[in-house]
């Protein structure tokens, strides 16, 4: 059992930033991460890590202006997002997974709430 809490999103100008965090609780996964949903759209891939390596991965719309840790001792997954542009507006979910193809949504079991991310032009 993986229970995970995320918090941290808000509405922000376009240009701005955010570092939105996932408290985890239960057993440790392979890997950790982070997709979201905007309107009318599927849940995508945004960024992983892997735990025993703390290898990433990340999107390329987001490449280069998000960045995904964790701390182990907090237990805890975040995403630091700078330069929100307006298409990054989504709901953003938290997902743990045990399979090893992490950009993968349906091998994710566990997921949290989300938290919205609202970026203004």
């Known amino acids: 059992q993986v229970t995970l809490v995320e918090s941290g999103g808000g509405l922000v100008q376009a240009g701005g930033s955010l570092r939105l965090s996932c408290a985890a609780s239960?057993?440790?996964?392979?890997?950790m991460g982070w997709f979201r949903q905007a309107p009318g759209k599927e849940r995508e891939f945004v960024a992983a890590?892997?735990?025993?390596?703390?290898?990433?991965y990340y999107a390329d719309s987001v490449k280069g202006r998000f960045t995904i840790s964790r701390d182990n001792t907090k237990n805890t997954l975040y995403l630091q997002m700078n330069s929100l542009k307006p298409e990054d507006t989504a709901v953003y979910y938290c997902?743990?997974?045990?399979?090893?193809?992490?950009?993968?949504?349906?091998?994710?079991?566990?997921w949290g709430q989300g938290t919205q991310v609202t970026v203004s032009s």
């Open positions: 997902g743990a997974t045990d399979r090893a193809i992490i950009t993968v949504l349906a091998d994710y079991k566990y």
């Open positions: 239960g057993r440790s996964t392979y890997a």
């Open positions: 890590i892997i735990r025993i390596n703390s290898r990433t």
